[in-house]
Structures are given as structure tokens and as C-alpha cells.
């Protein structure tokens, strides 16, 4: 009984000494296994089991508890940040589905009254503030575009769009010589015949569009025989159109002879109506005569008759 004893105690003592030295000597390896012959983390520890730390020696103690290592982590979740687009940018703009250059400050001519205006960003998420149908007046007629960003950046664009006048091409007129209408054909007028002692002609127009003007040329210094004077017609827009008035001066020989002629004819009519009345004053008194005598004459026959 006794050696019983003994052999109880030499094996408590073996345990007091020895244990703690197993316990420490098991530290966990870096791929967490317990390094069989290391006490504490060295140069050769756990060469084939990814190395060691310092800590885990000082851990092994409490990684005795588990048998199996513990080789769970912890990973922080992070939400990526969104960037909002900040492009102000602008892809296309069309007037009147005609393409316009880019810029910030643009310019469109167009003689129309109205437009249709039509923009589009280059980030989808921009918005767009403009005036897409303007009524236009004539002049320079501003159209700002407003394009603001995903991120609220703003970016104005200015459209200056040119309404121009169109020019009228009327280049209608009425033309008078002497107070009288002329008549034209093809814008050439019948024949104006002028006696010799004139240079000039009176002439007086009136234009069918007041914003036209005409000037007259030639009508000077008119020689004897044909002459032609242009009024010219100018429209709005500039375009022209000649109206020629077709003069004949006579000539002062022809005029002189047409004269004595006149005087030739006149004294002849004046011959002839002297001839005529002195014809009349023979026959006046045979016709007076003979009508006594028949007035007589039937005097005479109711008389005898009578008796």
C-alpha cells in the first residue's frame, strides 16, 4: 500500500514539472497550427507552417482551450461613394433641324418669324432650361440655354438668333409726261412726239412700293429726231428694272414746212367757203324769184277758176 502511495506522489510531481512545459511549448503557427517542439516564437519556428508570431506565444496558453484553431476574420463592409457627374457639356443643338457649331456664344440668321429649337446634353442626367419655339422679331432675338449638371453645376449658353427683313423686289411704277399716263410695252413706251423748241420733257411717276426709288436719266438737252430717256426703278433689294420713255424731236425745217402747209390748207379752206358764199348769193335770188313767180301764178288760177 505504501508503494502505492509513493509511486502516486512521484507522478503528481512529474505532472507539476513537466505540463507546463508541454503547455507552453504547443504555441499556434501562422497557419494555425500548434508548433510541436517551440516554446516561444524563434527564428525555425513552424518553418513549415507559414512562420510564427510573438503573439502567439503569449496566446498559446489561452489557445489551449480549443482544440481546433480559430481561423475566422473580421471584414468591414464599406459602400462605395457615388460621384455625381458634374458635365455641363452639350452634344447637339439644332435650329429648324439644321445643325448648329457648338459655342457659348452662337449665331443663327433666318428671315422666318418663328423657329423650332432643339438641344441635347451630353450626360443624360443634365437637365435643360431653354425656350424651344420663339416668336422672333426683327433683329437680334437672345436665346439662353441653361444646362445644369447632375452635381447642380450650371452652365449658360447664349443663341443670338438674326431675324432679318425680307427686302421687297417691287419695282412697279406709274410714269406721266405732261400730266398724261404713259403706256409701255415690254418697258418700252409708244412714240412722244416733241416740237423742236423743247429740251426737256415734264415727267411725274409714282411708285407702287414706297420703300423703292427711281431716278430719271436722259432728259436733257433733247436732240431733233429719236431720243430715249430711262426712268430707272430700284426695289428694296436692290434690284433694278428701266423703264424707256421713246422721244421724237422734230425738226425745225420739217416743222416750218408743216407750218406753211397748215397755212396753205387753211387759206385754201378759206377760198373754198368764199366760193360757197357767193354761190349761195347768186342762187339765193333765182330761188326768191321763182318762188314769186309760182306764188303769182296760182293767184291767177284760184281767180279764174272762181268766175
Same mark, same amino acid.
Given at each position: 500500500?505504501?508503494?502505492?502511495?509513493?509511486?502516486?506522489?512521484?507522478?503528481?510531481?512529474?505532472?507539476?514539472?513537466?505540463?507546463?512545459?508541454?503547455?507552453?511549448?504547443?504555441?499556434?503557427?501562422?497557419?494555425?497550427?500548434?508548433?510541436?517542439?517551440?516554446?516561444?516564437?524563434?527564428?525555425?519556428?513552424?518553418?513549415?507552417?507559414?512562420?510564427?508570431?510573438?503573439?502567439?506565444?503569449?496566446?498559446?496558453?489561452?489557445?489551449?482551450?480549443?482544440?481546433?484553431?480559430?481561423?475566422?476574420?473580421?471584414?468591414?463592409?464599406?459602400?462605395?461613394?457615388?460621384?455625381?457627374?458634374?458635365?455641363?457639356?452639350?452634344?447637339?443643338?439644332?435650329?429648324?433641324?439644321?445643325?448648329?457649331?457648338?459655342?457659348?456664344?452662337?449665331?443663327?440668321?433666318?428671315?422666318?418669324?418663328?423657329?423650332?429649337?432643339?438641344?441635347?446634353?451630353?450626360?443624360?442626367?443634365?437637365?435643360?432650361?431653354?425656350?424651344?419655339?420663339?416668336? /422672333?422679331?426683327? %433683329?437680334? +432675338?437672345? $436665346?439662353?440655354?441653361?444646362? #445644369? &449638371? *447632375? @452635381?447642380?453645376?450650371?452652365?449658360? =449658353?447664349? !443663341?443670338?438668333?438674326?431675324?432679318?427683313?425680307?427686302?421687297?423686289?417691287?419695282?412697279?411704277?406709274?410714269?406721266?409726261?405732261?400730266?398724261?399716263?404713259?403706256?409701255?410695252?415690254?418697258?418700252?413706251?409708244?412714240?412722244?412726239?416733241?416740237?423742236?423748241?423743247?429740251?426737256?420733257?415734264?415727267?411725274?411717276?409714282?411708285?407702287?412700293?414706297?420703300?423703292?426709288?427711281?431716278?430719271?436719266?436722259?432728259?436733257?438737252? /433733247?436732240?431733233? %429726231?429719236? +431720243?430715249? $430717256?430711262?426712268?430707272?426703278? #430700284? &426695289? *428694296? @433689294?436692290?434690284?433694278?428694272?428701266? =423703264?424707256? !420713255?421713246?422721244?421724237?424731236?422734230?425738226?425745225?425745217?420739217?416743222?416750218?414746212?408743216?407750218?406753211?402747209?397748215?397755212?396753205?390748207?387753211?387759206?385754201?379752206?378759206?377760198?373754198?367757203?368764199?366760193?360757197?358764199?357767193?354761190?349761195?348769193?347768186?342762187?339765193?335770188?333765182?330761188?326768191?324769184?321763182?318762188?314769186?313767180?309760182?306764188?303769182?301764178?296760182?293767184?291767177?288760177?284760184?281767180?279764174?277758176?272762181?268766175?
Amino acid at each position: 500500500m505504501r508503494k502505492i502511495f509513493n509511486n502516486i506522489i512521484i507522478l503528481f510531481v512529474l505532472t507539476i514539472i513537466f505540463i507546463p512545459n508541454i503547455v507552453s511549448a504547443n504555441i499556434i503557427c501562422n497557419d494555425g497550427t500548434r508548433s510541436p517542439s517551440c516554446t516561444d516564437c524563434h527564428k525555425g519556428c513552424c518553418s513549415k507552417h507559414g512562420g510564427c508570431s510573438s503573439s502567439s506565444s503569449s496566446s498559446s496558453s489561452s489557445s489551449k482551450k480549443s482544440s481546433t484553431p480559430s481561423t475566422s476574420t473580421n471584414k468591414k463592409t464599406t459602400t462605395p461613394k457615388v460621384v455625381k457627374s458634374s458635365d455641363t457639356s452639350l452634344k447637339k443643338i439644332t435650329v429648324d433641324e439644321e445643325d448648329i457649331t457648338i459655342a457659348n456664344d452662337m449665331v443663327y440668321e433666318t428671315t422666318k418669324e418663328s423657329l423650332l429649337i432643339l438641344v441635347v446634353a451630353n450626360d443624360s442626367k443634365a437637365t435643360l432650361d431653354y425656350e424651344k419655339n420663339p416668336d /422672333l422679331t426683327i %433683329g437680334e +432675338n437672345v $436665346i439662353n440655354i441653361k444646362v #445644369t &449638371a *447632375e @452635381n447642380g453645376n450650371v452652365k449658360n =449658353y447664349k !443663341l443670338s438668333i438674326i431675324r432679318e427683313k425680307i427686302l421687297s423686289a417691287n419695282k412697279n411704277i406709274k410714269i406721266f409726261v405732261d400730266g398724261k399716263e404713259v403706256t409701255f410695252n415690254l418697258f418700252r413706251s409708244d412714240i412722244i412726239n416733241i416740237s423742236n423748241d423743247k429740251e426737256n420733257i415734264d415727267i411725274t411717276y409714282e411708285l407702287e412700293d414706297s420703300n423703292a426709288y427711281a431716278e430719271i436719266l436722259g432728259n436733257e438737252n /433733247l436732240q431733233v %429726231g429719236h +431720243n430715249e $430717256i430711262i426712268v430707272r426703278v #430700284t &426695289a *428694296e @433689294n436692290d434690284e433694278t428694272q428701266d =423703264y424707256i !420713255l421713246i422721244v421724237e424731236k422734230e425738226d425745225l425745217k420739217k416743222e416750218e414746212d408743216k407750218n406753211e402747209s397748215d397755212e396753205v390748207q387753211q387759206e385754201n379752206q378759206v377760198q373754198d367757203d368764199f366760193q360757197n358764199d357767193d354761190d349761195a348769193s347768186v342762187i339765193a335770188p333765182v330761188l326768191l324769184g321763182t318762188g314769186l313767180l309760182g306764188g303769182s301764178s296760182y293767184l291767177i288760177y284760184k281767180k279764174i277758176k272762181k268766175n
